[in-house]
């Protein structure tokens, strides 16, 4: 079983709405920060999103906020991206990642290590 598993992309006019869903293996994640990231072709992976597991804390990148709600379902294990206003410049493969605890950078990748495997959003114009 995957660690994490994304699912909810797909492709979607200007405007529109997706929410996408991260499903974690439980146990192994219960206590970790989750977190999304996306990345367009040609550039580099870039922080969305991230919840703490226990106090649902969040904290969004400048181009997403008033746009995106994270949010989390304990009881379902799974981390939800709720993605409206959709603009051309969100299209990416969206990613969910475990961060690796401790007080490193919520907003750096390479804090990060479980990564599921990506989910394709398309938006257009």
């Known amino acids: 079983q995957e660690p994490l598993v994304e699912s909810g992309g797909g492709l979607v006019e200007a405007g529109g709405s997706l929410r996408l869903s991260c499903a974690t293996s439980?146990?192994?994640?219960?206590?970790?920060?989750i977190g999304w990231f996306r990345q367009a072709p040609g550039k580099e992976r870039e922080f969305v999103a991230t919840i703490t597991w226990r106090s649902g804390t969040t904290a969004y990148a400048d181009s997403v906020k008033g746009r995106f709600t994270i949010s989390r379902d304990n009881a379902k294990n799974t981390v939800y991206l709720q993605m409206n206003s959709l603009k051309p410049g969100d299209a990416a493969v969206y990613y969910c990642a475990a961060h690796s605890a401790g007080d490193n950078s919520l907003v750096n990748p390479a804090n990060y290590d479980y990564w599921g495997q990506g989910t394709q959003v398309t938006v257009s114009s």
């Open positions: 439980g146990r192994t994640f219960s206590s970790r920060t």
